[in-house]
């Protein structure tokens, strides 16, 4: 297998990106997860006491979520190359009668090796991401009618599908 070294060092400094990237992705399945929970607890309850319910607080007490970490990638890799000479000659003599004639060749086969070794690290951190901010950021304020509506904002994919399917 051949790979460019190039490729290499991009995939070596994009990937912890990328991760960043599918963390959004991760917070919205948790606060999904919170949210559809609630929404089954609210749906029990009677009218009087949905009635008092302070849907800034329900939206408020979702998990928050604080990413500090240090990803270190490193790769090593084998590169290696075989060069080969090669030449061949032959020669013939005629002398009246008599003919005479003969080859030769060599070969000559010379290798060598050497290793590529790369390293990144990558410092990731973030203000803590609450969903009453995130939602607030996406103009869906806390009420009785905008549960479901945060819900399915949550459902909806980070990326459009064409970008996710590789």
């Known amino acids: 297998m051949t790979t460019k070294v190039s490729s290499v060092l991009k995939e070596l400094c994009s990937a912890p990106l990328e991760a960043a990237v599918e ?49 270190d990638l490193a790769i090593s890799m084998r590169v290696a190359s075989v060069k080969e000479v090669s030449a061949e000659g032959q020669i013939g003599l005629s002398i009246g009668p008599v003919h005479a004639s003969g080859g030769f060749g060599f070969v000559n086969r010379s290798t060598s090796e050497s290793t590529l070794q790369a390293a990144t690290s990558i410092v990731l951190s973030n203000n803590e991401q609450n969903l009453l901010d995130y939602l607030g950021k996406h103009n869906i304020v806390p009420s009785k009618d905008k549960l479901e509506t945060a819900i399915n904002f949550l459902k909806k994919p980070v990326l459009p599908k064409s970008e996710t399917e590789g």
């Open 23 to 71: 963390a959004e992705s991760e917070y919205r399945r948790i606060w999904l997860k919170w949210l559809q929970g609630k929404q089954a607890m609210i749906k029990n309850l009677d009218d009087e006491t949905k009635a008092g319910i302070n849907w800034h607080d329900i939206f408020a007490v979702a998990p928050a979520i604080t990413v500090n970490s240090t990803v």
